[in-house]
């Protein structure tokens, strides 16, 4: 896949791993990033702002029309938002479920109508559970212990749905620890 001079959106690009996607894609490419600033940390992409290499909206993943419209003329987005942390979900599992599941479904649908060619979802090795297997392999059944595991599941399989109702094509990077 040719990655070069391409119009993508980072959602969660503020974050650890997002800002560091942006620093990477946006050599060759157009980008936009949106955060809601809740995890995410504005330094980390403050000098492309100033520089107006990125856009930059703050914003949320729950907020459908935003999406909606911050993804028109869209190739490629990067899915990267979420409430991250298995011990934050456990004490507030509605707001982890609400920004990682329904925030992904939203991300899923104005990708949808506004014909983005791919989504990659940052999803979670917590999906997989405690298992004495190693290494882990894709296709072992997953096991979440968590509501935070739940809600990267349940964006993994909304991202199967997708693909198979509306050929949305996107795909799933269960992350480890970075």
């Known amino acids: 896949m040719n990655m ?38 504005l330094d980390n992409i403050q000098e ?28 490629y987005v990067f899915h990267q938002a979420a409430i991250p942390s298995v ?7 509605y707001t982890s479920n609400y920004v990682n599941a329904y925030g992904s479904l939203n991300v899923l649908i104005a990708a949808k109508d506004n014909q983005v060619k791919k989504v990659v979802y940052a999803s979670s090795s917590s999906v997989y559970g405690v298992t004495p297997t190693l290494p882990k392999k894709e296709d072992m059944k997953p096991q979440p212990l968590s509501p935070y595991a739940v809600s990267k599941l349940t964006g993994e399989y909304y991202c199967d749905v ?16 970075a």
């Open 162 to 177: 997708f693909t198979r109702i509306y050929h949305l094509p996107p795909v799933a990077l269960r992350y480890f620890n």
């Open 87 to 93: 011990p934050r979900s456990v004490k507030d599992p």
């Open 48 to 75: 492309y702002i100033d520089k107006k290499t990125i856009r930059f909206f703050k914003g949320t993943v729950t907020d459908l029309p935003f999406l909606q419209k911050t993804f028109n003329d869209i190739d």
């Open 4 to 41: 070069d001079g391409k119009k993508i959106v980072i959602t969660g690009g503020a974050g650890f791993i997002g800002s560091n996607l942006v620093k990477r894609v946006m050599q060759t490419n157009q980008v936009t990033v949106i955060d809601d600033l809740s995890t995410g940390n």
